[in-house]
């Protein structure tokens, strides 16, 4: 273990959780605002990565594309909203369930006809491209950093949107207490459809600025779905605050186990090839260990939103 | 008619005994294969309604055991253990005590929490399963030949082997009926109504629904170590969280917290996804959509479609 792949790595797993955040925000904001279990929340993130694909062959450029594919996947997830989820809201949680599942059955196999089930790929915009010296020998990819930049930007702008807007204070009272906020009279239809397609461009963000550096392919979504529930569950339904400390702490973990998982093992006593045999399967279950523990010692997460 | 509790189950039965006479005339193994299938996953299907239909704890891992009792059994065949009872009872044991320790964390959580861990749960049996290189790892494992009778191959012949799985079936239909009906039951059911009220009566519900889900997760490892018999394969993809998925799917589909209706719902699921995928491969872009207009207007999935269809014809 030395500190010049120990630090790339802790870069690496930020640049995951940055990720999980912009996945997890919208759902959890989804879920704690309208009490709505969305499974398909992942195929949005799909769907980014391959408007990504599309609109830069069509412009040339990710920087152009960026703007038309956050479009798309905004009108994208305000018409899923509008045709099917708002149908759901007063539904129970099973039945949320079924009809998601249905839909991500639907898109990932859309995804295939319109775009072909081979995984494509967008280029690293060229001014992003190469590396830049971090630390003393240390390169890392630019175009890394800027994804951790841009995560980072959002969640600072998502902080100011949520405790210091009129739109923020609804969406925060509406995750208390939604009931009240309706008979206060607030439109909490409407209030709805902008959490809603706000979380779904947010997903459709990641989606885009992934593409450049993972293979787009159908079923990308639901890895990342799967992740991003660990996230919300650990940081407590509803809180965006929770949502982005569990993102950091996942990606770090994850990525951290991932790579050393081998190393702490044999440190521990452990035989070469047997490290090496039970290395992976730890590195893959730490995180849910993790949710698991957290759950066991807090059942509703680390910051659960107030009132709930 | 459809309105007698007894009468859809018994037809159901009924239905499922006279599939292999239909393979008499058409000389179809396929068909015999298909409804074997139907029948472990409505196994299945009908122990995680135990759990969500009556106790309304929504397992997203119940495909975890399944799992479990297919490892059990390919484990222990790839040891020499081929025996049918040997298997039987290791499958049951080791579901029973990843259900008992599972359950008794999991429990401490409540709703979508539960959902959640149980999630984590199942995913942490699917990669210890993917990590077992000596039993395949990724790949699964082949097993030689299926559970051994008292030492002879009689489940060999599919036609027996299907009766059995069809006994199995209506074994634990009847089993799940009767723990439902009885006082455990009623408690469970209680506790998912009021759980404050059910311990203002005196009962704690935990004990009860940890026991519920020992018994739906044994029930469980049982239609696993079933399944690896018919495919006398075992892999970790038994496990994933989209097999739980299509779990909760078939349950929800055929009528929650009824058991025959988890029955409907695994046939129902599994022949739609033949029939559909018979008329194009991207058949899922027809059953997506068809799981949404399930929830929109077919509330209590298809019992409760036939419940009301029949109510208009009496009026």
Not at chain 1, 99 to 115: D, E, H, P, R
Not at chain 1, 182 to 189: E, F, K, Q, T, W
Not at chain 2, 14 to 31: E, K, M, N, Q, T
Not at chain 2, 109 to 120: P, R
Request: proline letters at 3%; hydrophobic letters at 60%; a positive charge.
């Amino acid at each position: 273990m030395n500190t010049t792949l120990f630090l790339i790595q802790c870069l690496n797993g930020l640049q995951l959780g940055v990720l999980l955040f912009l996945v997890a925000a919208g759902l959890t904001l989804v879920f704690g605002v309208m009490d709505f279990i969305n499974l398909a929340h992942g195929v949005q993130y799909m769907l980014g990565a391959y408007l990504a694909v599309t609109f830069t062959a069509l412009t040339g450029n990710l920087f152009l594309a960026l703007p038309l594919a956050l479009m798309a996947a905004l009108a994208l997830g305000l018409v899923l909203e509008v045709v099917v989820f708002r149908h759901l809201y007063d539904r129970d949680h099973l039945e949320q369930v079924l009809a998601t599942f249905g839909i991500i059955l639907f898109l990932n196999q859309g995804v295939k006809i319109v775009w072909g089930a081979a995984p494509l790929s967008v280029p690293v915009p060229e001014a992003l491209q190469g590396s830049i010296a971090i630390a003393q020998g240390v390169l890392y990819p630019v175009y890394r950093l800027a994804i951790i930049g841009s995560g980072l930007a959002v969640a600072l702008a998502l902080h100011l949107v949520i405790n210091h807007t009129r739109v923020g204070m609804l969406i925060r009272a509406g995750s208390t207490n939604a009931p009240m906020v309706s008979a206060l009279g607030v439109d909490i239809r409407r209030l709805f459809m902008i959490v809603f397609g706000f979380g779904a461009m947010l997903a459709g963000f990641a989606g885009i600025m992934i593409a450049p550096i993972l293979s787009v392919e159908p079923g990308m979504g639901d890895q990342i779905l799967i992740l991003a529930f660990v996230v919300i569950v650990i940081g407590g339904i509803g809180s965006i605050r929770g949502a982005f400390i569990a993102a950091i702490l996942v990606g770090l973990v994850d990525t951290l186990g991932r790579s050393f998982s081998v190393d702490i093992l044999r440190s521990f006593g452990m035989g070469p090839a047997n490290a090496r045999a039970v290395g992976p399967a730890i590195s893959s279950m730490l995180i849910y260990v993790l949710m698991a523990a957290v759950l066991f010692f807090r059942p509703s997460g680390l910051f659960p939103a107030k009132g709930r | 008619m459809l309105r007698s509790p007894r009468l859809i189950p018994i037809l159901l039965f009924a239905l499922l005994a006279a599939v292999p006479l239909a393979g008499l005339f058409i000389r179809d193994g396929y068909l015999l294969s298909l409804f074997t299938r139907v029948m472990i996953l409505a196994i299945a299907a009908i122990s995680l309604d135990l759990i969500l239909g009556f106790g309304a704890l929504v397992s997203f891992g119940h495909a975890a055991f399944i799992g479990i009792g297919a490892y059990a059994m390919g484990i222990l065949a790839s040891h020499g253990q081929e025996g049918l009872l040997a298997g039987l009872v290791m499958a049951l044991a080791a579901s029973a005590l990843f259900a008992l320790i599972t359950g008794a964390i999991s429990l401490r959580t409540k709703g979508v929490y539960f959902i959640m861990i149980t999630l984590a749960f199942g995913q942490m049996a699917f990669y210890t399963a993917a990590s077992l290189r000596a039993y395949g790892g990724d790949d699964g494992l082949t097993v030689a030949r299926r559970s051994l009778v008292f030492g002879s191959r009689l489940l060999e012949n599919d036609r027996v082997f299907y009766y059995a799985v069809l006994a199995s079936l209506i074994g634990v239909y009847l089993l799940c009926r009767m723990i439902v009906g009885s006082r455990f039951g009623r408690v469970l059911q209680g506790a998912k109504q009021n759980p404050q009220r059910m311990q203002a009566i005196g009962f704690n519900p935990y004990p009860y629904q940890l026991a519920a889900y020992v018994i739906a997760g044994m029930i469980g490892g049982f239609a696993g170590f079933l399944l690896a018999n018919q495919t006398e394969f075992v892999s970790p993809a038994y496990m994933s969280w989209q097999r739980s998925g299509e779990l909760i799917v078939m349950v929800i589909m055929g009528g929650i917290g009824s058991l025959h209706g988890a029955v409907i719902g695994a046939a129902a699921f599994l022949l739609l996804e033949e029939w559909l995928s018979g008329f194009t491969e991207h058949w899922k872009v027809i059953f997506g959509p068809m799981l949404v207009l399930i929830v929109l207007f077919m509330r209590g999935g298809i019992l409760g479609f036939l419940a009301r269809i029949s109510g208009a014809k009496n009026g």
